[in-house]
């Protein structure tokens, strides 16, 4: 795809499908894990989430998206987990594997006891996907990623959390998955993965071909939105004018 003065690039489409997660969430802490969620998360607070709170990675809370060196507050380790614990917190991860109720793997690949390929470790994923909102990034969308069956659970999907009870059902919610095709969320009845919109040239049999299991579909599926002019402007000129996010999702 050609970028030209109007026409936004499926980078950019990613961007404001990720920042669409945190539309209507008012005061919480937005965390990312990836560049593109990172670009999302300062585009929807520059736009329709002035009350989104944002850090630069470490300890301290951003006052301006557009200056990561202007600084609002000191955000300790302590009171990050503290919003976080408190339903405060609604985080982007990214998954190596991910299964239709929403299970999600960054540990290991292959058997536990003997993984053919070691992982990240499931790090903070099973307290994130119990305690506040998390929506997952998948920059190439693939039936790799997508599986009938994670080889080992780093976040609890929405089936595990019903089986365990209140205690991990109580504030356990999957918003969205966005991939470079597509936006998928699990707004059905048994909470299974569906497809809420392919991007801009993307067509549901190729999104269904690249997903190992099978898809809820709705009868008509949305376009996802493209990023207005405003938006745009903020994207390539304010936010990311070096173009990392090309990096994450080529044209």
């Known amino acids: 795809m050609t970028r030209t003065a109007t026409a936004a690039t499926r ?5 404001v499908a990720c920042a669409e997660a945190w539309r209507g969430d008012g005061e ?5 894990a990836g560049t593109v969620p990172a670009l999302a998360a300062r585009l929807a607070r520059l736009t329709f989430g002035p009350e989104l709170l944002l850090t ?7 006052a301006d998206p557009e200056d990561p060196t202007h600084i609002e507050g000191w955000l300790p380790y302590r009171r990050h ?4 614990a408190r339903g405060r ?8 594997q991910l299964d239709r109720y929403g299970n999600q793997n960054i540990s290991c690949i292959g058997p536990w006891e003997r993984p053919a390929r070691q ?3 499931a790090r903070g994923a099973p307290s994130n996907t119990v305690n506040h909102p998390v929506s997952y990034w998948v920059p190439r969308h693939s039936a790799r990623v997508f599986v009938e069956r994670v080889d080992t659970v780093s976040g609890v999907g929405f089936d595990r959390a019903a089986e365990a009870g209140p205690a991990a059902a109580r504030f356990h919610g999957l918003r969205r998955v966005v991939t470079d095709l597509a936006v998928l969320d699990f707004a059905t009845a048994d909470h299974r993965m569906r497809l809420a919109s392919v991007h801009p040239g993307v067509d549901v049999p190729l999104v269904r071909e690249r997903t190992g299991f099978e898809l809820q579909v709705p009868d008509e599926v949305p376009t996802t ?3 207005g002019a405003e938006e745009l402007r903020l994207i390539r000129e304010v936010l990311d004018p070096g173009g990392a996010r090309d990096r994450e999702v080529p044209a």
């Open 56 to 62: 630069d990675s470490e300890a301290m809370l951003l």
């Open 28 to 32: 919480v802490l937005a965390a990312t």
């Open 225 to 227: 939105r493209e990023p």
């Open 119 to 121: 992982l990240l470790g």
């Open 81 to 84: 987990l503290s919003l976080a």
């Open 11 to 15: 980078a950019e489409v990613c961007v």
């Open 89 to 96: 917190r609604h985080m982007m991860m990214g998954a190596s």
